[in-house]
C-alpha cells in the first residue's frame, strides 16, 4: 500500500475517493512537510497494484484548481508524499500541468518550431505544493 496527502476541501476529496478503484482508505486531516509546511485535506490509501498514482492525480485535478493562491496557505493546492520513488511521477505530472495548451517538448530544448503560443497569451504559474510528509493528524 501507498499513501498520497491531498490538500483541499474534505468531504468532497473523500466522497471523490472513496469511490475510485484501488483506494483503499481515505481521512480527513491535515499533513505537515518535512519543512513544516502545513495542508488540510485528506490521506489516500492505495494499492498500486490496482491504481496508480497519475490517474489518482488526475482526479484530484478535476476538482482542485492548481493555478488558484487561496488566503489559508493550509487550503493552497498541495501534494505531499510518503514514498521518494513518488516524486519523479509527481514532478513530470506538475509539468505536464504546467504546459498544458503550450508549447512543450521543444521549447524544454530552446528549439522552437511552429510556435502555438498565442502573443499575450500568459502561461498561469502553478500555486501547487510538493513535498514530504512528516506527519500526519486524522480530524
Do not use: C, W
Not at 518550431?113 to 502561461?123: A, K, L, S
Amino acid at each position: 500500500m501507498k499513501e498520497l496527502y491531498l490538500a483541499g476541501d474534505k468531504s468532497l476529496l473523500q466522497e471523490l475517493f472513496v469511490q475510485v478503484k484501488g483506494v483503499e482508505k481515505v481521512e480527513a486531516g491535515s499533513a505537515t512537510s518535512t519543512e513544516g509546511e502545513k495542508l488540510d485535506g485528506v490521506k489516500i490509501t492505495y494499492n498500486p497494484k490496482k491504481q496508480d498514482i497519475s490517474s489518482i492525480l488526475q482526479e484530484y485535478f478535476a476538482v482542485v484548481d492548481p493555478f488558484t493562491v487561496k488566503t489559508d496557505p493550509a487550503e493552497q493546492p498541495g501534494v505531499f508524499y510518503s514514498s521518494a520513488e513518488d516524486i519523479m511521477q509527481l514532478e513530470y505530472y506538475a509539468r505536464f500541468l504546467q504546459s498544458r495548451g503550450h508549447e512543450p517538448g521543444a521549447a524544454l530544448g530552446n528549439l522552437i518550431m511552429n510556435d502555438t503560443i498565442i502573443p499575450g497569451q500568459e502561461i498561469r504559474p502553478l500555486q501547487l505544493r510538493f513535498g514530504r510528509v512528516a506527519g500526519f493528524v486524522a480530524d
